[in-house]
């Protein structure tokens, strides 16, 4: 019997992340393995730094899930996040003939020339569609309306060129085929937010180890994207400033530190021991650890457009790492005094796992599990039979190629799904434009000339000279008819 599981694949700051779930008829989901690998080393604020070093991590996260699955992966899906993704409004106009009824192909045009944007060294990952301006009309489906003038609104998620490129050299090293490349912080939102949420407005905080990411919602829409590169690690970092090592002021962070304390809870004879000869007097601890909390607060709510912050009415949902700080709540009712305020500490779906990683609840695994739930295509390949070791020693590679090749896809087939195109992928589509674009460049200019020999023809046959030939012949047929 066949087996199937999704595989996906996170690129955390602090540990990459591989799990293989299985999703069952009911709709929840079931988790087979998960791994993990160190990748300080090799991904710095959700960027990859050190090609070697994720090519290796990959590879390895690969061989750890197949050894627990007994089975060959085939693909994998992956997340794509981290430092300077944001998002920039865009807006493409087409002048109509008066009372042109809008069809879709105009829409897809609309999408595709907005993709084709070009931004100095960066990316464009997806694009959101907003709302379109029908003349004077906002409309999400604009199809079937008439009009003279059509305006499309849009929002286009950025990404450093130099992170993309580097990121789609890993996934070849490592050979990996992917199933679909993922932004990630949209496959969080459509698993840890609610539809009212959505609907009604809200602001999903990811509060990470090395970047905290903003994603704002008001009417089901993404109206804003932006990844700060600003997380628990800064505290840790702040920390150390009292004279311990990264360690020390870690364990320190997790054991003492609060988001907000009152001044009057503050007890000024409390000391907090740093090791077995020194310690740090409470107050300065906590005056350490909410400077940089507050600076953190500060450049989230800065992130939201002026024209939304007076409609989100779900407020606030934080999730990751950081979000599980005591008293964070208070910290962000600080800033919003009327605001809501609610912790994601797990994803809407039902998951079901006995592996401590998943059943903690604490937010940390949330991406992940976003990226699992958005699988679709199998990712197992064939059962290993044989050995794991070769005649050489060596750990066999699993992630033979199943010989697939996807169907380029047009820009607009995959707008605001938060699907990424693969470095491959894209050269595909871009040559299939192309042709298409030589196609039918050749298709015009073959009916042009069929035009220009026409009109040739209809000169030709009314110039003055041509009608007295034909005059003559008349005459002559008349005189020959009248002889016989």
């Not at 993922?182 to 407005?201: F, Q, S």
Request: hydrophobic share 35%.
């Amino acid at each position: 019997m066949t087996k199937e599981f999704i595989v996906a694949i996170e690129l955390g700051s602090s540990k990459m992340t591989g799990v293989a779930g299985k999703k069952n008829p009911d709709g929840s989901i079931s988790i087979l393995a998960v791994v993990k690998e160190d990748s300080t080393s090799c991904i710095r604020k959700g960027v990859v730094f050190n090609i070697d070093k994720t090519v290796l991590n990959l590879t390895n996260i690969v061989k750890k899930l197949e050894t627990i699955l007994k089975t060959n992966i085939a693909r994998v899906y992956v997340g794509v996040g981290g430092q300077s993704i944001r998002s920039v409004k865009n807006t493409i106009i087409t002048d109509l003939p008066s009372e042109t009824i809008v069809t879709q192909d105009m829409i897809n045009e609309l999408m595709d020339a907005n993709r084709s944007m070009s931004y100095a060294e960066q990316e464009i990952l997806d694009a959101v569609t907003q709302e379109y301006q029908v003349d004077s009309l906002y409309q999400l489906d604009p199809v079937g309306i008439p009009c003279s003038r059509l305006q499309g609104n849009f929002l286009n998620i950025l990404w450093r060129k130099t992170f993309y490129k580097n990121l789609n050299q890993c996934l070849n090293k490592a050979g990996l085929e992917i199933a679909e490349l993922y932004l990630a912080p949209l496959a969080l939102a459509d698993n840890v937010l609610t539809e009212t949420e959505k609907r009604t407005g809200c602001v999903l905080v990811d509060m990470g180890s090395d970047t905290t990411t903003v994603l704002v919602y008001y009417k089901n829409i993404l109206r804003h994207l932006a990844v700060i590169p600003l997380g628990g690690e800064n505290i840790t970092k702040d920390i150390t400033s009292l004279l311990m090592e990264d360690s020390q002021a870690e364990q320190m962070k997790l054991k003492y530190a609060s988001a907000y304390t009152d001044n009057t809870d503050i007890d000024e004879n409390q000391q907090y021991p740093i090791d077995t000869d020194r310690t740090v007097d409470s107050r300065k601890f906590i005056e350490i650890v909410e400077s940089r909390l507050e600076e953190i607060i500060e450049n989230i709510f800065y992130q939201i457009p002026n024209e939304f912050s007076e409609k989100l009415v779900s407020g606030f949902i934080l999730t990751g790492g950081m979000s599980n700080m005591p008293n964070i709540e208070k910290a962000f009712s600080m800033h919003a005094p009327s605001a809501k305020i609610r912790i994601a500490k797990f994803v809407n779906q039902i998951i079901n796992a006995k592996l401590p990683e998943i059943t903690t609840h604490d937010g940390t695994m949330n991406t992940i599990l976003g990226l699992l739930a958005k699988g679709d295509i199998n990712c197992a390949g064939e059962d290993i039979k044989t050995d794991l070791f070769g005649k050489d020693g060596e750990l066999k590679q699993a992630n033979e190629t199943t010989g697939q090749m996807k169907e380029p896809r047009q820009p607009s087939e995959t707008s605001g799904t938060g699907i990424v195109q693969t470095e491959e992928e894209k050269r595909l589509a871009e040559e299939k434009l192309r042709k298409q674009k030589e196609e039918m460049e050749e298709a015009q200019r073959k009916a042009q000339e069929e035009e220009r020999q026409r009109i040739a023809q209809e000169k030709k046959e009314n110039s003055a000279l041509n009608k007295i030939w034909k005059g003559l012949k008349n005459f002559a047929s008349k005189i020959t008819e009248e002889e016989d």
